[in-house]
């Protein structure tokens, strides 16, 4: 059973949560977990409803699929809704972060972001490494996809290929809008994985989350429910080996990035917050 402790300094508001060993030697081998109740019931409900104000309020750039709108997504919440800016920090999840990178007493929060596939939605989430996105190097950086719905592969639960993290191929980005600006020509298209031996996808309750690494290949399918929509919010952190290196191929943050250096570790605390973990 994973132990939940609440922190008896109370220097942060979240709760921790103690990975066993099988589960951070699981996430070094496949490159990604699952763990479940990370959420509670009223942190779900909380972050659910915020979910849908943003996409139905339009509070942010909302993405859709090329060929099928009831797919959509959006980045970035946190940086103007404090719902989602306190779940990010004060949740459990920087802690579980923290515990898949060694141990690291102090990590940086990201960014955060939406993935709905409302009933029917047919369009699939490409196979693709999250790195490729990303303006950094290093290899301590970690998504961590929470379920707001419930979900299972028929409904679009998320795929992974065990262990492809260990290959360390960054291939090609592709955004559900298919965005030309992510498409670099020096990297190789993400193959086909559908009938790869070693794909895993779980069912899941609201509440469960994914840790994965930013190697591992994963994906998702249309979602064959006509009654249920599926709700994932990712959450992404920073560990001490990442090195800042833009590019014209990536996400462009929309924060002041002046203050960061190419090549070295990105230390600005109001570009990317540091979040102390304290463990006892
Ligand atoms: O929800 C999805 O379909 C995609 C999620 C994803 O790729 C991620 O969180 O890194």
Same mark, same amino acid.
């Given at each position: 059973?994973?132990?939940?402790?609440?922190?008896?300094?109370?220097?942060?508001?979240?709760?921790?949560?103690?990975?066993?060993?099988?589960?951070?030697?699981? /996430?070094?081998? &496949?490159?990604?977990?699952?763990?479940?109740?990370?959420?509670?019931?009223?942190?779900?409900?909380?972050?659910?409803?915020?979910?849908?104000?943003?996409?139905?309020?339009?509070?942010?750039?909302?993405?859709?699929?090329?060929?099928?709108?009831?797919?959509?997504?959006?980045?970035?919440?946190?940086?103007?809704?404090?719902?989602?800016?306190?779940?990010?920090?004060?949740?459990?999840?920087?802690?579980?972060?923290?515990?898949?990178?060694?141990?690291?007493?102090?990590?940086?929060?990201?960014?955060?972001?939406?993935?709905?596939?409302?009933?029917?939605?047919?369009?699939?989430?490409?196979?693709?490494? &999250?790195?490729?996105?990303?303006?950094?190097?290093?290899?301590?950086?970690?998504?961590?996809?929470?379920?707001?719905?419930?979900?299972?592969?028929?409904?679009?639960?998320?795929? /992974?290929?065990?262990?492809?993290?260990?290959?360390?191929?960054?291939?090609?980005?592709?955004?559900?809008?298919?965005?030309?600006?992510?498409?670099?020509?020096?990297?190789?298209?993400?193959?086909?994985?559908?009938?790869?031996?070693?794909?895993?996808?779980?069912?899941?309750?609201?509440?469960?989350?994914?840790?994965?690494?930013?190697?591992?290949?994963?994906?998702?399918?249309?979602?064959?429910?006509?009654?249920?929509?599926?709700?994932?919010?990712?959450?992404?952190?920073?560990?001490?080996?990442?090195?800042?290196?833009?590019?014209?191929?990536?996400?462009?943050?929309?924060?002041?990035?002046?203050?960061?250096?190419?090549?070295?570790?990105?230390?600005?605390?109001?570009?990317?917050?540091?979040?102390?973990?304290?463990?006892?």
């Amino acid at each position: 059973m994973h132990r939940r402790v609440s922190s008896r300094r109370m220097v942060s508001s979240f709760i921790n949560f103690t990975l066993l060993p099988r589960d951070i030697q699981a /996430y070094k081998r &496949d490159g990604v977990i699952c763990l479940r109740g990370v959420l509670s019931p009223a942190e779900c409900a909380e972050m659910y409803q915020a979910s849908m104000e943003f996409m139905i309020e339009n509070k942010g750039r909302i993405r859709y699929a090329k060929d099928d709108k009831r797919f959509f997504s959006a980045g970035f919440m946190s940086d103007t809704i404090p719902m989602f800016e306190r779940f990010a920090k004060h949740s459990q999840l920087p802690c579980i972060a923290a515990q898949l990178m060694d141990n690291v007493k102090m990590l940086r929060f990201f960014y955060d972001q939406l993935f709905i596939k409302t009933p029917g939605a047919q369009a699939r989430t490409a196979w693709h490494n &999250d790195l490729s996105y990303w303006p950094f190097r290093g290899n301590d950086l970690i998504s961590i996809w929470c379920a707001l719905t419930p979900v299972t592969r028929k409904s679009s639960g998320i795929e /992974y290929i065990l262990g492809t993290h260990l290959n360390k191929i960054l291939y090609r980005a592709i955004t559900p809008d298919e965005d030309e600006k992510f498409i670099d020509p020096s990297r190789v298209a993400c193959p086909d994985f559908s009938q790869n031996p070693s794909i895993l996808s779980w069912d899941m309750e609201a509440g469960d989350v994914l840790c994965h690494h930013p190697l591992t290949v994963h994906g998702s399918g249309a979602n064959n429910s006509l009654t249920d929509q599926r709700i994932g919010l990712s959450l992404r952190y920073l560990g001490e080996d990442v090195s800042w290196y833009p590019s014209n191929y990536v996400m462009q943050i929309p924060r002041d990035l002046k203050q960061l250096v190419v090549g070295e570790y990105p230390a600005d605390d109001k570009v990317f917050p540091p979040i102390y973990i304290h463990n006892d």
